[in-house]
């Protein structure tokens, strides 16, 4: 993952538009910046990919026909007064498969593993401290047998763990509703089991709410318990948003994250301050925020507030 971290910030450093003198011919591949050519290849490595798997469903297919691929690469650089400086990153593609009647999917990522089996990217604050072994490849396929606009079940098995081939499996429901006017209500279901931890179970609930044109709240609460965790690992988030450009907004969030059973259950909260907008290119986003956090890991340590600052680049490519 490391020479994708740091692909991208060379790509991100170098000039982002060239040929200045050739305004009126039309670019070529040579002229394009390397942003761009990054993330044409990396969708079309993953199209690729997809139409591979999907030629298993059928006697033909026309490669150059996919176009099924989306994804996401994030990079996050972080200085935490508690833990000092790390650089976190992400990935996740998700393709689609038409011969197979666009009811199986797979997808492959790096990242932790409740957000990988949630279908969530990277929800909590980097520096909430977790086993370092989670941060690892995976890579699942999937089956949707039933989707509609208020309900989806899908199932999904796949391996993790790189080499170590830890294999998983995963029954997922989701549930969204509109409540009024201005409300979103969703909740997510999960039952799993993987090799290494046996089974487990996550909870999610979860309400978006237009407050006005400008003002937007999103709040959530997440819940996993397995045969790994001290009881029930839990998080929650309240953030409130101000869009004061269509492609800008600025947010104050509030969180906690613990797990039940451990000697201090409340291993950390804390406040941030963020803002995100687009960054060059309709689909590269940057966030950057300050914030303090009050973690405590252990009954002899005192809770004391400790700064922490960051910024995350994210790349989104596909549909």
């Known amino acids: 993952m490391r020479w994708v971290i740091m692909s991208l910030i060379l790509l991100l450093v170098s000039p982002t538009v060239q040929g200045q003198s050739k305004e009126t011919e039309k670019p070529t591949d040579e002229d394009k910046p390397m942003i761009d050519s990054f993330r044409e290849g990396l969708t079309s490595s993953v199209n690729a990919t997809a139409a591979w798997l999907d030629s298993f469903f059928a006697d033909e297919i026309d490669p150059d026909a996919y176009d099924t691929a989306s994804g996401s690469l994030r990079v996050t650089p972080e200085w935490d007064e508690y ?4 650089l976190d990153s992400s990935f996740r593609a998700t393709v689609v498969f038409p011969q197979a009647e666009r ?5 492959i990522g790096r990242g932790d593993f409740d957000d990988f089996i949630n279908d969530t990217q990277q929800s909590r604050p980097s520096v909430i401290r977790r086993d370092q072994s989670d ?8 089956f949707d047998p039933q989707v509609s606009n208020n309900h989806n079940l899908s199932f999904g098995a796949g391996i993790r763990g790189g ?12 549930y969204e509703s509109i409540i009024g006017e201005n409300v979103e209500f969703f909740t997510q279901s999960v039952g799993f089991w993987r090799d290494s931890d046996g089974f487990g179970v996550a909870q999610t609930f979860a309400f978006d709410a237009a407050l006005s044109d400008n003002w937007f709240s999103k709040s959530w609460v997440k819940g996993t318990f397995a045969e ?16 004061y450009h269509f492609e800008r907004a600025i947010a104050g969030e509030v969180w906690w994250y613990g797990e039940t059973e451990l000697a201090v259950p409340m291993q950390d909260y804390g406040i941030r301050a963020l803002h995100r907008s687009r960054f060059k290119r309709e689909w590269l986003f940057l966030e950057g925020w300050v914030g303090l956090h009050w973690p405590r890991e252990t009954v002899e340590e005192q809770r004391k507030p400790r700064w922490m ?11």
């Open 135 to 142: 941060e690892e490849w995976m890579l699942g396929l999937g």
């Open 163 to 174: 080499l170590a081939l830890d294999p998983y499996f995963r029954v997922r429901y989701k």
């Open 228 to 243: 790994r965790t001290e009881g029930v690992r839990w998080h929650a988030s309240q953030k409130i948003y101000y869009m």
């Open 309 to 319: 600052v960051g910024l995350e680049l994210e790349l989104l490519f596909g549909k």
């Open 103 to 107: 009811k199986f999917s797979a997808i």
């Open 83 to 86: 833990g000092g400086f790390k």
